[in-house]
């Protein structure tokens, strides 16, 4: 256990682990910024899902903070947004978000 999906592709290019789970975002910030990502392969992927929610006390108004959010996002620059992997946020459902399975645990 490393802590981080950074400090785990890490231990697998310096010998100290023979494989790790790594998100989308992650391992492709990693191979665009991370000399290491080379001594790397990806062996396998699971379907694309939709990132984690943006969460708020029930108290808050939602709405506010994901117009907030979206501005923000589109104030960026377009390297910026490059940089970052970050177009804009969309609003799902509950049910939508809910709906993804969860993978099994590799030993199940």
């Given at each position: 256990?490393t802590?981080?999906?950074?400090n785990?592709?890490?231990?697998?290019?310096?010998?100290?682990?023979d494989?790790?789970?790594?998100?989308?975002?992650?391992?492709?910030?990693?191979?665009?910024?991370?000399?290491?990502?080379?001594?790397?392969r990806?062996?396998?992927?699971?379907?694309?899902?939709?990132?984690?929610?943006?969460?708020?006390?029930?108290?808050?108004?939602?709405?506010?903070?994901?117009?907030?959010?979206?501005?923000a996002?589109?104030?960026?620059?377009?390297?910026?947004?490059?940089?970052?992997?970050?177009?804009?946020?969309?609003?799902?459902?509950?049910?939508?978000?809910?709906?993804?399975?969860?993978p099994?645990?590799?030993?199940?």
């Amino acid at each position: 256990m490393t802590g981080g999906h950074l400090n785990s592709a890490k231990a697998v290019a310096e010998g100290r682990a023979d494989i790790a789970a790594i998100d989308a975002l992650t391992w492709k910030m990693i191979k665009r910024w991370d000399g290491f990502a080379q001594d790397l392969r990806e062996v396998a992927t699971t379907t694309p899902t939709p990132a984690l929610p943006m969460i708020t006390a029930k108290a808050n108004d939602a709405h506010f903070y994901r117009l907030a959010l979206c501005d923000a996002a589109a104030a960026l620059s377009v390297s910026d947004r490059f940089d970052l992997c970050l177009n804009t946020y969309v609003q799902i459902s509950s049910e939508t978000y809910l709906a993804v399975p969860t993978p099994s645990r590799p030993d199940e």
